[in-house]
């Protein structure tokens, strides 16, 4: 049975019908009825023809689909007919599913989608443990480590190097600063992504004297226009030439939470000169990235390799000691590790924003439910089944919430384009957070899980229905009865509920984000403008290059609208950091036992510019240059872990730094400064030494500016100062440091922002149920509150009765939505930061708040029903 | 559920079985309507039945659609107009057949339990 035909059986029926009962009314005219009689006769023969209709219809087939067409037209017509309700009912649910819907792009970005590789389940990311550290301390490898590991072992079919690095690209166009990785020969074998266009790096390409370089797409683009013979030229990078052996294609980049980078550079150059790189088996700097044998675990891999690196802890107890085991975490569990309680909260809080929609909506059909009692009392007196009502009752609320589903996927698209601004970009993955067609299925399921679940109460509640009670009733006493309002209660109750949890979630969030907003980094971050330079290693001898640094900054000094400028590295909260370890003199340790901590390198004024306070000794000046006696300044928690109790000033400690470069001298102690946040707001202070940059140049320092205006317009100012000195050296990363501040927060203020969004969404929602909730009740109490009045009840009685009745409800929802934040806000004590879980003042506002609301929302329709006028309303009743 | 569904229902729940072979045996005479059908049902058990005409057409679409009886618009032979006329077709005749024996057989041994004198003599 096709469709289109059942139209037509349907009108064959009816005449077979309509025949059959005129026969029967001739029959009985034949036998002396009168018209009447026999037409009423024959219709008593016939039996009752809906029902007939109806089981004739079973009898065809394929009536499901028909009778859900049924269905879907009348809910149709019932959303025009009641256009008010509708357009209500399709924007709760509107925000409902579109908050959801925003929340899982983001989800389904992040966590769900597969790595752009091939087979992205075989691919681990690798490092050692760092056994002198508590819990799980990854350390990145050295070249030795990774050559050792790479051949030894037989579980994984390969295993890649990267590590990021900068260049300076020079062109007939002039020069400029490229962020680059210089990776093993193997690095796109193992990600499984060939080049597009030439060859792959060869073996040989990792020995020294076989520069090659690998270019990606965007760069291929916009610097050679795309040229297909560019395989084979070479280019400038660093005063070197190096020969491109390829072209990667579009979008290709790893890891992905990293900035791409512009080109691959084969790790020759780091194989190069006396003492490279890759002879240094204490320069732990390599990421690595393996990918499994077919059939081997993640066990295994971990058994295998830390067996490897107990080896090599044996063997070279020097610089391996501590590392003599390895880290294998699967690929995506990596890049989304950070981000993952963060998104589960963020989807448990939507969910809860989704229950509160479907209790809300479910209200609202409850009491349209009642005034539809006749309706459906008839439909029940005709036979229609009870199955038949709830079904018809149910492809209503879908109907619905597929038309808030629609909406919610429109308003969604929306936030979505428009929330890029405060997303934290920094989340691998978040900026792919798009409407796709999974997302559409999650919205389709989600609508139609919702439509069924605020559906099926009021539903089941129709379908119970005694037709005669009901009709008898008639429109006069049109309530439900203690049953209906007890549900009634329930589903507010439980919209208070829940909005008390998502209330005490987000203020929790806020707070904690405010106590970050509110953390003291340990230097003044405003007006400070920070930038990079590309000054070449090979093309100055280290003293040259210091020179640079001194007469660079001393013209920026003299800038109008300068305060001071120094350098230093690393710049706080840049992501930059080296850990080197030192000795501490009269301190003897064994040889691979040394401690080590976090280093600095800075020019002198760092510490004045950045506003670190010095608190004891002196700041570096010029006599800690190129000639001057070594010296070293370290930080509080450095000289409270080092030298407690103790004078530290005139201590001497030997740095480890720079193994080809320097001698290691033993250095003075010449001062102690405050301690920084280095890696982030949140992040604990931690001992960190300084040296001057003079006597150990190991990279291209930051540039601090401080400025007397607004830091971001004097970027222009600063670069020209830079190519007024020399033209061919590229600014880079030119940002204030505001800029790495507010990057720092953003995680925070992300859960923040949006969590406090679905708070006041849960809020307004739990506010508008219980505001029905009891306008309806006015409604249908007008005559008991009628008679009441007659009686001598004063106003004021009655406005007690309703906003105390709301109240109750309140007070209930207040007291079950306390208990299960208690429980829940335990498992968010790892998000907060300077906040405990049971934070009494954010608990008391948000109780505070919710009441207010609830008396505000009780007050109107409690109102209404004082003003009414009792002979009125006796009258019409 | 309301009193008069669930009488239909009942109703039809309980006439179904029987209710097609009863069609199926009043066809064997030749083609009839709906009507017709119902007539001759309704006399043969001198309306012990109580059926309503309408009961009909449900099990008379459920067997055109298991192919037991084809229908078809025609003018009657006595008068000037249409009507649907079910005729019964092979398969309809078989399975006649079928349920008759069934019913045969069920009935003589709900008469053996009803009245086991009777078996003896």
Sequence with gaps: MRWWQLRNRDADLERELQSDLELEEEEQRERGLSPEQ????ARRALGNTALIREQTREAWGGAQFERFLQDLRYGMRQLHKYPGFSVTTILILAFGIGATTLIFSVVNAVLLRPLPFPEPDRL?????????????????LSYPDYFDWRGQNHTLSGMASFMGAGVTFRSEAGSQHLDVQTVSANFFDVLGVAPMLGGDFRWDDEKPGNRAVMLSYAFWQSEFGSAKDIVGKSIDLDDHSYEVVGVMPKGFQFPLENPAPALWKSLADNAEGKNPPTQQRGFDVLGVIGRLKPGVTVEQVKANLSLIAANLARQYPDNNKQYSSALVEPELEHLTGDTRPALRLLFGAVTLVLLIVCANVAGLLLARGSRRRAEFALRSAMGASRAAIIRQLLVESVTLSLCGGGAGVALAIGVVRASVGFLPLESPRIQGATVDAGVLLFVLIASLATGILFGAVPAWRLSHLTPANALREGSRNVSGGKG??????GLVIAQIAIGMVLLICSGLLMRSFIQILNVDPGFDPKDVLTGRIGVSFDKLKHDQHFLFYQQLLTRISALPGVQSASAGWPLPMSNNSATVSFNIAGRPVAQ????SESLGVVMPGYFETMRIPLIVGRSFNEHDGLAGPPTIIINQAFAN???????PIGKHIQV???DDVFEHPMREVVGMVGDIKRKGLTADADPQYYLPYAQAVVTNPYLVVRTDQDAATMRDVIKAAVHELDKGVPVYQVSTMGDYISKSAAQPRFQAVLLTGFAGIALALAAIGLYGLLSYLVVQRTLEIGLRMALGAQKFDVLRMIIGRGLTLACVGVGIGLVISVIIT?????????IRPADPLTLATMVVLLFLVSVAASGVPAYRAAVLDPMKTLREQ | ??????????SANLLQGTLDMLILRTLLYGPAHGHQIGKHIQRTTNDYLQMQHGSLYPALHRLQRRGWVTAKWETAPDRNREFKYYRLTQRGRKQLAVEESLWKRMAEAVARVMSPAAEES
């Design chain 1, 38 to 41: 026999a037409r009423y006769a």
């Design chain 2, 1 to 10: 559920m309301s009193s008069i569904a669930k009488q239909a229902q009942q």
């Design chain 1, 484 to 489: 209906q309002y007890r549900l009634h209660n």
């Design chain 1, 826 to 834: 335990r498992l968010m004590a790892r998000m907060l930061f300077h």
């Design chain 1, 124 to 140: 681990v990311w690798l490092s050692q443990q760092d056994h002198s550290l508590p819990g799980i301390a990854p350390e990145p």
């Design chain 1, 641 to 647: 872990k080092y030298f407690p109790g103790e004078n």
């Design chain 1, 656 to 658: 480890r730094a720079g």
């Design chain 1, 592 to 595: 691979g036992d040394e401690p």
